[in-house]
């Protein structure tokens, strides 16, 4: 099976669901960067990614309204009608 040259980064506090019995969405959460002073620093994330378990490949998705959703970490998700929701979470202030 091919396997896409795009993957998500490292992360950790996200949240994962199970879409359409095929895919895996990864939401958000905690991974690295780097600081205005170039030190590796630990960053809130907002990207969203799926995983098609039958293709064995990954997919940025292009988020409508990109900018309502704040990075954030530690939250929960769940699917319902074919919609992903998230719920509460920590974001930067």
Known sequence: MPVSLQTPQGRSCHSAVSYQDRYLIIIAGEGQGVDSKGK??????????????????????????????????????????????????????
């Open 40 to 93: 590796n620093t630990s960053i809130l994330l907002n990207d969203v990614w799926s995983y098609d378990t039958e293709k064995n490949t990954w997919e940025l998705l292009d988020i409508p309204n990109r900018n309502i959703f704040k990075p954030r970490s530690c939250f929960s998700a769940s699917v319902l009608r074919n919609k992903v929701f998230i719920f509460g979470g920590l974001i930067s202030t």
